[in-house]
C-alpha cells in the first residue's frame, strides 16, 4: 500500500486527521466516483493499524503490521465488498484462491450480501492480535442488499469494543436513512479541472481534457477510461443520441446490448445534463467534442421537457444493474429519448 493520497486528497487527509483524537466507530466517506476514496480509505486504514504511525498520520510501511496489511492478511483487518470486486489484486481474507475456485461456475455478486455482514461476527468477537483495534472496509455501501444493510445497521447500533467501521458510498441517496445516522460523514470531493488535468497528463494520458470531461471530472475514471476499448463504443452511443429516432434505437440497442447498461444510462444522463446546461444558458460540462450536435437538438426541446427526461433517466439508473433484458431495457430507454423531439 502506499503512504500517500492523491494530490487533491491531501487537505481531506489532514482534515482526517483531527478525528484521531475521538474516533466515533464508524465513518462514512462519500464523494463522486473515480476520484479515490476506496484507496484513500484503504491507506486511513493502514494507518490505524500501523505501529509506527508518522507525524503526517500515514503508516510507516516497514512494521510488520503494514507487511500483513499490504498482503491483505492482516488478523485484525477485513475488507467487505461486492463479490464481482474479488478479480482485484488481494483477496478480502486473504484466501482468493479458494473463493474463485467457489465463484468459478457463478456469476459473481454485484451486491454486499448478508452472509458477508455475518461473517464479520466471528471476527469481532476474537481478541484483536496485538490488543490495537480491529479495521472493517465496506465499499461501495449502496451495493449492501436490503437484508445485508439491516444486518450491518444492527452492528452499528450496538458496535463492539475497538472495532472501526469505515463505510465508502458514491451514492448517499440510496443508503438507509439509519445508517447514516449512525455514521460520521466525512466528504471527499472533485479535485479542480486544472488539478485534474495536471495529473492525468502526468500519467501521459492522450487527449486529458477531454476524458476528464467525459467522466465529470473524476481524474481516476478518466484514466480507467482511457486505457480501455471503450470509446468507439461510447461514440457509437453518442451518435445515436444525435439522431434520435425508433429505427436509429433499435439498431444501437442490438449492436450495444452487451455492453453494461449501467455505463449507457450514465452517458445519456452526462448528455442530458448538458442539454440541460445549454437550455439554461450554461456552458457544455461533458461532451463539448458534440458541442453542434447538443446545439442543433436543444433548439428542438424545452427546458420542463429535458428535466423530466433527466429525471426518468435517473429512475432508470437505479435499475440497471439488474436489466431482465439489456436489449429490451436499451430499447425503451432510447425510444423514450427519441420521443422527446417528436
Given at each position: 500500500?502506499?503512504?500517500?493520497?492523491?494530490?487533491?486528497?491531501?487537505?481531506?487527509w489532514?482534515?482526517?486527521?483531527?478525528?484521531?483524537?475521538?474516533?466515533?466507530?464508524?465513518?462514512?466517506?462519500?464523494?463522486?466516483?473515480?476520484?479515490?476514496?476506496?484507496?484513500?480509505?484503504?491507506?486511513?486504514?493502514?494507518?490505524?493499524?500501523?505501529?509506527?504511525?508518522?507525524?503526517?498520520?500515514?503508516?510507516?510501511?516497514?512494521?510488520?503490521?503494514?507487511?500483513?496489511?499490504?498482503?491483505?492478511?492482516?488478523?485484525?483487518?477485513?475488507?467487505?465488498?461486492?463479490?464481482?470486486?474479488?478479480?482485484?489484486?488481494?483477496?478480502?481474507?486473504g484466501?482468493?484462491?479458494?473463493?474463485?475456485?467457489?465463484?468459478?461456475?457463478?456469476?459473481?455478486?454485484?451486491?454486499?450480501?448478508?452472509?458477508?455482514?455475518?461473517?464479520?461476527?466471528?471476527?469481532m468477537?476474537?481478541?484483536?492480535?496485538?490488543?490495537?483495534?480491529?479495521?472493517?472496509?465496506?465499499?461501495?455501501?449502496?451495493?449492501?442488499n436490503?437484508a445485508?444493510?439491516?444486518?450491518?445497521?444492527?452492528?452499528?447500533?450496538?458496535?463492539?469494543?475497538?472495532?472501526?467501521?469505515?463505510?465508502?458510498?458514491?451514492?448517499?441517496?440510496?443508503?438507509?436513512?439509519?445508517?447514516?445516522?449512525?455514521?460520521?460523514?466525512?466528504?471527499l470531493?472533485?479535485?479542480?479541472?486544472?488539478d485534474?488535468?495536471?495529473?492525468?497528463?502526468?500519467?501521459?494520458?492522450?487527449?486529458?481534457?477531454?476524458?476528464?470531461?467525459?467522466?465529470?471530472?473524476?481524474?481516476l475514471?478518466a484514466?480507467?477510461?482511457?486505457q480501455?476499448?471503450?470509446?468507439?463504443?461510447?461514440?457509437?452511443?453518442?451518435?445515436?443520441?444525435?439522431?434520435?429516432?425508433?429505427?436509429?434505437?433499435?439498431?444501437?440497442?442490438?449492436?450495444?446490448?452487451?455492453?453494461?447498461?449501467?455505463?449507457?444510462?450514465?452517458?445519456?444522463?452526462?448528455?442530458?445534463?448538458?442539454?440541460?446546461?445549454?437550455?439554461?444558458?450554461?456552458?457544455?460540462?461533458?461532451y463539448?467534442?458534440?458541442?453542434?450536435?447538443?446545439?442543433?437538438?436543444?433548439?428542438?426541446?424545452?427546458?420542463?421537457?429535458?428535466?423530466a427526461?433527466?429525471?426518468?433517466?435517473?429512475?432508470?439508473?437505479?435499475?440497471?444493474?439488474?436489466?431482465?433484458?439489456?436489449?429490451?431495457?436499451?430499447?425503451?430507454?432510447l425510444?423514450?429519448?427519441?420521443?422527446?423531439?417528436?
Open positions: 500500500m502506499s503512504n500517500t493520497v492523491f494530490p487533491w486528497l491531501e487537505d481531506s489532514l482534515q482526517l486527521q483531527q478525528l484521531r483524537a475521538r474516533l466515533p466507530h464508524a465513518i462514512l466517506f462519500y464523494g463522486p466516483e473515480g476520484i479515490g476514496k476506496t484507496d484513500f480509505v484503504e491507506s486511513f486504514a493502514q494507518s490505524l493499524l500501523c505501529e509506527d504511525v508518522q507525524p503526517d498520520g500515514h503508516a510507516c510501511g516497514a512494521c510488520a503490521s503494514c507487511g500483513w496489511f499490504s498482503q491483505y492478511n492482516h488478523p485484525d483487518y477485513r475488507r467487505v465488498r461486492p463479490e464481482i470486486l474479488d478479480g482485484e489484486e488481494g483477496g478480502d481474507d484466501d482468493g484462491e479458494e473463493k474463485k475456485t467457489a465463484k468459478a461456475s457463478k456469476t459473481p455478486s454485484k451486491e454486499i450480501k448478508i452472509d458477508q455482514i455475518r461473517a464479520l461476527a466471528d471476527f468477537n476474537v481478541s484483536t492480535h496485538r490488543s490495537g483495534m480491529r479495521v472493517v472496509v465496506l465499499y461501495p455501501a449502496e451495493a449492501l436490503t445485508a444493510a439491516n444486518s450491518l445497521l444492527k452492528t452499528l447500533e450496538e458496535p463492539p469494543p475497538n472495532t472501526m467501521f469505515l463505510l465508502v458510498s458514491n451514492r448517499l441517496d440510496r443508503l438507509l436513512p439509519t445508517i447514516l445516522s449512525r455514521c460520521r460523514k466525512f466528504a470531493a472533485l479535485p479542480s479541472h486544472d485534474g488535468l495536471a495529473w492525468l497528463k502526468q500519467q501521459n494520458v492522450k487527449d486529458a481534457d477531454v476524458w476528464l470531461s467525459e467522466q465529470g471530472g473524476a481524474p475514471a484514466f480507467n477510461a482511457s480501455g476499448d471503450g470509446r468507439e463504443v461510447m461514440d457509437e452511443f453518442l451518435r445515436s443520441l444525435c439522431h434520435p429516432g425508433i429505427d436509429v434505437a433499435l439498431k444501437t440497442a442490438e449492436r450495444l446490448q452487451k455492453t453494461p447498461v449501467a455505463e449507457l444510462v450514465g452517458w445519456q444522463q452526462r448528455w442530458l445534463y448538458d442539454l440541460f446546461a445549454l437550455k439554461s444558458g450554461g456552458p457544455i460540462r461533458y463539448p467534442r458534440y458541442s453542434k450536435e447538443l446545439g442543433a437538438l436543444s433548439g428542438r426541446i424545452d427546458t420542463v421537457t429535458i428535466a427526461a433527466l429525471k426518468a433517466a435517473n429512475d432508470r439508473r437505479a435499475i440497471a444493474d439488474h436489466p431482465l433484458s439489456a436489449r429490451l431495457f436499451i430499447e425503451e430507454m425510444i423514450e429519448y427519441s420521443s422527446l423531439f417528436a
